[in-house]
């Protein structure tokens, strides 16, 4: 059934004090929860507790004390009658952790017992009123063989431990703050700690650990160095401290996710905690940092002020995320880092947005919350949030969020009030701005400049596109940086800030004697599609002179796809096509020699645009067209450019390795280098990428070697991966590179190469780390999963259908890709269409249905 979040009413009953006992064990735990409850007179009354229950058994139910038998269940729940108004519920329950293959609720990963709750695993572990705005304080006590759990953690402070009968110990703790039951936590296991303490600004001294498996301890630095560099900009940037004396994070191997904000005990993914140069890359030390961070941030938005139901979930999605890249921003290259944003949103969210699984950044309704954790709810709900920060700007931005923490302080609150605590605090009118809360789709804005006597006038026209379910949408409040250019002097009076707030709207801007070239939407503010009349010689001038760093990468961008969507419609004509690419291969070299660059900065200006982004661009996409065309401008930019691209790899291999941002420059310079010779003088790439990969003293340089090779024919190749496999045998985190580095190949034999490595020993279900690094790296390799034949579309239906009986959660979203049929050419659309009518005539989860059901529109 469906869940409205206009049918929201507070729950009838509180629970002010949780306690919570343990008995573990791998193979069935027990779970004693003692409840106090009491009348919520906020709400309607029920004299019927609902507790929440999942694959759970109830194995007795007491109140005050004594045993009762007046309950019953409904589904999964248990439903208990109760007569006064303040009560002591006790409910025994019990299940088998090692049996928990969906990886929500407590399971084993390891040999280690974890949890996961949310969005609603609290309820596989025991009966709970599972909503986050019922919010209780815990007290947690486990019990367990010492041998096999020698570490025993939950939520807030160690309170108490000691020894027990038959080899068993015991710890109890306890959480002083309010929290709902996502945010619970244990975890019991053989584990070591990295540790540390941070104080904070008001003197409270926090003992940090970061806990991993005995031989992962080295390889957790940078996870600790990360954790404390959040914690001291959290103080700085938005006045918010730490508020216990612990601080306890944990990676496990197993995990839906990349990380979970459980209070005071983080749990993580293993990808995002460890990291050394011998096994990670510059990227996965970017992704450990900013997960930390993240997560980090969480505990004040998310956890002090947590969301009333799941319908805000970009409450502390959004501002989270937000927060997150404002702080990798300051602690690497802010320009690079909005680039790498702007990137992944287009990525992921902007196909998200034009396709059948579009929905608001505050859904109106769900089946599965576990299928709204998504780019959506997260990156867009980041980039509405900092639309409110460029209106506003930064300094009344943090009264508004001062305020926010200040009035919502211990509550679970709405996307409402944060809304209204920004215009409260801050000072902005938001009431139209709200339409960015309700309504889906990407807008796109049409930009015309026109010259007159001395004026520029700048015309803007905006259309937010039909979505399933809101066919007709409101003009939104579009915040656009703009500045206009002389001609001459390649510069600018000043960058002005224009609100489209209409339909329609034309601005004036006086005293330019000539038309100026016009510079839009810079910095990326605001997520949106900008469609602008502008020459071929004016994206020219801008990638070469514009000083908004992200418009100069647009400026590049639309050079490409402006001339790869016209080469594609075959609107060219051979010389049109020499031309244009001629003037991309002088922007780009413009590029290379510009020493006004780092090298940081340059890696990211070399990158073109994606087929997936290419293929967002167009109405109805022909997935193999797009390709053909990407190789050739590839191969020929690789062709003309090729004594400057010698020249720039030369210099940049003589760069040691370090962490700076000059040597990570380098290696992606590096990196893009070898991507532009693998299409132009494969020959020659193979070569150059065996011996960087052959001399590599990091897996930066490694890598990006050995994603060349993947790539080409050639005994190269082989060797690599065998190298590779073997140098890393062991290692869960690299293998998983080296599964996805064969299935993002640009290899044409990709396909046999993933249905060979589905069969390899290597690779599980059980484990979604590895199912992603091959499967979910296929399905994203346009080159690959849209193989003309179809075949790719049914090894993911294939996949789906297996994988949905283990891990639905993580099954569901692989149904994603095979959702785009209604924007690819007709062949494939069919083919596409009829996996997903596949699927949806066998018995599926409810992650999945959803999905399967909605992707068929
Ligand atoms: N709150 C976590 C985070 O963003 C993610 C939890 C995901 N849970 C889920 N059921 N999908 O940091
Ligand atoms: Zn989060």
Redesign the pocket.
Known sequence: PEIRREDYRPFAWRVPQTRLDFDLSLERTTVVATLSVERNPDAEADPVLRLNGDEIEPLYVKVDGKTVNEWRMEGGDLLLPLSGSTHEVEVASSFDPSANTQL?GLFASNGILCS?C??E?FRRIAFFPDRPDVLSTYRVRMRGQKARFPILLSNGNLESEGEGQDGTHWAEWHDPWLKPSYLFALVAGDLVARSDSFTTRGGRKVALNVWVREGDLERTEHAMESLKAAMRWDEETFGREYDLDLYNIVAVSDF??????NKGLNVFNTKYVLADTETATDGDYDAVEGVIA??YF?NWS?NRVTCRDWFQLSLK?GF?VLRDQLFSQDMQSEAVKRIEDVRVLRAAQFPEDSGPLAHPIRPDSFRE??NF?TATV?NKGAEVIRMMRTMSGEERFREGTDLYFDRHDGEAATCEDFVRAIEDGAGLDLEQFRLWYSQAGTPKVSVRLEHEGSTARLHLVQTVPPTPGQPDKHPMPIPLKIALFDRDSATHDGERLVILDEAQKTLSFDGFARLPVLSINRGFSAPVTIERDISQDDLVFLAANDDDSFARYEALQDLVVNHLKAAIEGSLSESGRDRTRGAIAQAIRAVIIDDTLDDLMRGELLVLPSETYLAETMLIADPGRIHDEKEGLKADLGRRLKTDLHALYERCEQVPYSLDPAARGARKVKAQVLVLAAASDPAKAADLAAHQYGRADNMTDRQSALMVLAGLPGVERTDALLDFYNRYAGNALVIDKWFALQAGSQHPSVLEHVKALREHSDFTLANPNRVRSLMMTFAYNPHAFHAASGEGYRMIADLILELDRINP?TAARFVTPLGRWRRIETERSALMRGQLERLASATLSRDTSEQVIRSLG
């Open positions: 929500m996961q949310e969005a695993g839906n996710m990349g990380a979970m904000e993240h997560e969480h998310g999605e989270t919350i576990s954790y997260y959660q």
